[in-house]
């Protein structure tokens, strides 16, 4: 899978420092991956909710943060559209949030 931005990755490792190996990893782990739709995501990662519209939440760092991104299947492209607190992403809707 491609990741669109990678930059956007670094700069919330630089505002949430307590996350950085985490989305480390997940960023290692999703650009390995060859997903062909929500089923092969929830294989990976047991624990990720999956939303309408091709939206995936997945935990970091046991559940204090949230990632919100979007699955482009047949592109092969995850677009970051949020990464926060448990408590930040309380406050958005994960359904209809757009890219930083």
């Known amino acids: ?43 990976d990662y047991p624990k990720a909710s999956i939303l309408k519209n091709n939206r995936v ?3 970091i760092v046991g559940g204090s943060y949230r990632l919100i991104v979007k699955v482009e299947y047949r592109f092969q492209v995850v677009y970051i559209l949020f990464f926060g607190t448990h408590r930040e992403y309380d406050k958005v809707d994960a359904d209809t949030i757009d890219l930083y």
Not at 8 to 28: E, M, N, S
């Open 1 to 43: 899978m491609r990741i669109i931005k990678r930059n956007t990755l670094l700069d919330l490792a630089v505002k949430y420092p307590q996350a950085k190996k985490q989305l480390d990893i997940w960023y290692d782990e999703v650009i390995k991956a060859k997903w062909r739709d929500q089923n092969d995501v929830k294989l």
């Open 57 to 59: 939440v997945f935990d």
